[in-house]
């Protein structure tokens, strides 16, 4: 599953990230790293971005990113 479909709530820990070395980075910043987990606070009215939250920061991602994320979702 992708970060993307992620629905508000819902928690999952993040598995792999397939993007540029540039894009990791970045998100490695935010703190986005794999085994993490981040839960959807919201998304856009158009569903053009997510808002996660990660170790008690809220990140907000375009879809194209998030869709580099695989997840998976936990309880």
């Known amino acids: 599953m992708k970060l993307d479909e992620l629905q508000k709530g819902q928690k999952a820990k993040i598995i792999s990230i397939d993007a540029s070395k540039t894009l990791i980075d970045r998100f490695h910043s935010f703190g986005i790293l ?36 695989e997840i998976e979702l936990i309880d």
């Open 34 to 69: 794999p085994q993490e987990i981040v839960e959807c606070k919201a998304h856009s009215l158009a569903k053009q971005t997510i808002e996660i939250e990660v170790e008690h920061t809220l990140v907000a991602l375009r879809n194209e990113e998030a869709h580099k994320i």
